[in-house]
């Protein structure tokens, strides 16, 4: 006996794998740097981002999106621009600046995300609460 499905079974059985195939997918929006100079990089090809986003050029360094522009962003780089050259892939982050504020950040040296730079350990619950 040979087992012939249905068209509303087969129907059903494509759209359970159609539903979850997508599921794990990520898109990212990246732009790619036109200059950089005086803590300042010009980014083409955001369309998407918002000002006061964060960004991550591909050094790692992080920055956020202030002048929007309709050909490019101006981004204020967080650090040095040395590691930062043109033609770098720029990230989104969909985030805006978070910055951890509490009693754990009193005392401590800290750079402009609020990672410290004094050497001293990092504590986790200073995470728990942002600006």
Do not use: H
């Amino acid at each position: 006996m040979e087992f012939t499905p249905r068209a509303a079974e087969l129907t059903t059985l494509l759209e359970n794998r159609i539903i979850n195939y997508y599921t794990d997918l990520k898109v990212d929006e990246i732009g790619r740097v036109v200059s950089v100079g005086d803590g300042i990089a010009r980014v083409y090809g955001l369309n998407e981002i918002q000002a006061g986003e964060m960004v991550e050029f591909a050094s790692g360094v992080k920055g956020i999106a202030l002048n929007l522009e309709n050909e490019n962003v101006g981004i204020v780089v967080f650090g040095s621009d040395t590691a930062i050259k043109e033609g770098d892939l720029v990230k989104r982050t969909g985030s805006i600046v978070d910055v951890p504020a509490g009693k754990a950040m009193l005392g401590r040296v800290v750079d402009a995300l609020g990672v410290p730079i004094d050497g001293k350990r990092s504590s986790q619950r200073s995470r728990a609460k942002t600006c």
